[in-house]
């Protein structure tokens, strides 16, 4: 079973009114990145969707240790709005034979991985397109 790290990271900017989410799969010191605006707007929730898109990338049973600074084994995010994406990510533990471990506290070095995500979230995000102005600009 292949060991696999996989950093996920999320946030929610106010000032463009969306969510950002990114995952970085590391591999025997290969590492394979994806950045996403989400469809949700509760960091949490984008973290497990970030986590639920990255390991639905793996081809074979893995031995995946989660990090985030998201607690996405949250009670709450297993009974309320996190249920389904829980049920994917356990549906592909049973058809791929995953091991999942969620590190609570992550390291230094951890942390500088998390850092790099989110500064790569805050320089994709856009802002928010005011339809009104095109419009108007348009009917000139």
Partial sequence: MKKV????????????????????IGYEGR????????VHIVPELIGLDMLWEA???LKESCDIT??????????????N???ALWEFINQLKIDKGHKYTFKK???????????????????VKRPKIDFNKIIKDDSN
């Fill in 105 to 123: 506290y992550p390291n230094e070095s951890e942390r500088k991985i998390l850092d790099e995500i989110l500064k790569e979230l805050q320089r």
């Fill in 55 to 57: 390991v639905s990338t």
């Fill in 5 to 24: 790290n996989i950093y996920c990271e999320s946030h929610y900017f106010n000032d463009s009114k969306a969510g950002y989410g990114g995952y970085v």
């Fill in 81 to 83: 709005e996190g249920i």
């Fill in 31 to 38: 590492y394979k990145t994806f950045t996403t605006i989400s």
């Fill in 66 to 79: 989660v990090i985030s600074r998201q607690n996405l084994t949250a009670n709450d995010l297993k009974l």
